[in-house]
């Protein structure tokens, strides 16, 4: 990714072992297909679930969290995923017992979730995109579409 790739970003956020944050994801997952909204802002992420207009639960990621958290964005962007697909994603960058560098940016160049792990002079790029517009609520519905991008770190 270019330098200017990663100027334009809202968010880059970098994190040495991502099971701590996966174990936090889950504590707020009621069920398999839950939907969540992700706020950015200057002092970090805030995860937000709702269930039926009548439970919320919140999962504050603050930056201090993070080996390296750089925030050039206007405002609070606020976006929705799939709670359970990003769970999982996190997951396949899950190794027991290693800690490895993972990256996470948002937005990508054609306004993806970009989640990287280098491992063995190899790096791989999961890439979200998104699949339609804003929808009524201002929120961006993300999903999986199966790219790995394999390329020299």
């Known amino acids: ?59 504050y990621l603050k930056k201090e969290l993070f080996i390296r958290y750089d925030y050039n964005a206007e405002g609070r962007p606020r976006f929705g995923v799939s709670l359970g697909l990003f769970v999982d994603c996190l997951n396949a960058f899950s190794v027991p017992g290693h800690s490895s560098l993972i990256q996470i940016q948002y937005p990508g160049p054609d306004m993806q979730v970009l989640l990287k792990y280098v491992i063995a002079n190899l790096k791989l790029i999961l890439i979200l995109v998104c699949l339609g517009f804003f929808n009524p609520l201002g929120l961006v519905r993300w999903y999986w579409l199966g790219t790995w991008e394999c390329a020299p770190p």
Not at 9 to 21: F, K, R, S, W, Y
Not at 31 to 49: F, M, N, P, T, Y
């Open 1 to 59: 990714m270019s330098e200017m790739e990663e100027e334009a970003a809202d968010v880059i956020c970098e994190l040495e072992n991502v099971q701590g944050l996966v174990d936090a994801l889950n504590a707020v997952r009621w069920k398999r297909h839950q939907d969540a909204v992700l706020e950015l802002s200057e002092h970090g992420i805030v995860l937000i679930v709702e269930e039926s207009g009548c439970l919320q639960a919140k999962v």
